[in-house]
C-alpha cells in the first residue's frame, strides 16, 4: 500500500515486499519542512538535508531468508540450534543479526539491543539481533553503556538490558572476547562493569527473568 499523498509524500512512504519501504530519511521526513513541487511536470526539489530516499525496514523482515528459522518449522529445513543469519547493518556499521543465539539460545542483549558473542562465523564482535516487538531491531547505536535513556526522545523503546554496562553472550570466551576489544583499547572491558557472561544460557535467562518480574 502506497503511504505517499498528494503533498509530495508523507512519513508513511511506500510500503513494499517483507515489510520495508521507501521513504526520505532524517531531514526529510516531516511535510512541514519540505518544499511543495510545483504543479505538472518539470524538475522537482532537490532531496533535503537528509539524503535521497532509502530502502529499509521497521518490523523484523521474517520473510527473507536469515529468519526462515524463525517461520519454518524443523521438517521443512529449519536450523533452529545456530546462531541467527545477517539480515542487514546498522548506520554504525555493526550487523543486526536475525533472531536467535548460539545454539538456539536468546540472546541477551544490553539496552539498545546488541552485545559482544559470536556470530554465525564463530568469530567474537559486537552485534545486534532482531526481535519480535518493538523496536525490533535497535534501540540505539551500541554498546549502550547504561546510557540508552539518554538518547530516547518521547516513547522509550529501550530493552531492559542485562543489568551491566557492557553485555556479553554467557557462553563466551573471555581470552577471544579481549582479543576482539585489543585491536582498539585493550583495557575497554575493564573501565565498565559486565554481566555474569561465564555462566550457562538457561542460568543467565532464569536469572533475567527473576530480575523483570
Known amino acids: 500500500s502506497s503511504g505517499i499523498n498528494a503533498e509530495y509524500g508523507d512519513e508513511a512512504g511506500i510500503q513494499l515486499t517483507c515489510g520495508g519501504h521507501v521513504t526520505p530519511p532524517l531531514g526529510n521526513t516531516k511535510s512541514s519542512n519540505r518544499p511543495k513541487p510545483p ?17 529499509h525496514f521497521h518490523k523484523s523482515p521474517e520473510c527473507l531468508i536469515p529468519f526462515l528459522n524463525a517461520s519454518i518449522g524443523a521438517e521443512h529445513g529449519a536450523k533452529p540450534f545456530i546462531h541467527g543469519k545477517v539480515m542487514g547493518w546498522a548506520m554504525d556499521g555493526f550487523k543486526i543479526f536475525s533472531y536467535q543465539d548460539v545454539g538456539g539460545a536468546t540472546p541477551i542483549v544490553d539496552e539498545c539491543g546488541g552485545h559482544f558473542g559470536p556470530t554465525d562465523t564463530g568469530e567474537i564482535e559486537y552485534h545486534y539481533h532482531s526481535r519480535a516487538i518493538v523496536p525490533y531491531h535497535l534501540a540505539c547505536q551500541g554498546p549502550s553503556l547504561s546510557n540508552c535513556n539518554n538518547t530516547q526522545h518521547g516513547t522509550n523503546y529501550c530493552h531492559p538490558g542485562c543489568g551491566a554496562d557492557v553485555c556479553v553472550q554467557p557462553g563466551t570466551d573471555e581470552g577471544a572476547l ?7 583499547d585493550p583495557t575497554w572491558l575493564d573501565k565498565y562493569t559486565t554481566n555474569n557472561y561465564k555462566e550457562s544460557n538457561f542460568k543467565a535467562i532464569k536469572r533475567l527473568f527473576k530480575e523483570l518480574i
Do not use: A, M, N, T
Open 39 to 55: 504543479p505538472g511536470p518539470g524538475p522537482k526539489p532537490e532531496p533535503g538535508p537528509g539524503g535521497p530516499p532509502l530502502y
Open 178 to 184: 579481549r582479543e576482539y576489544l585489543d585491536q582498539w
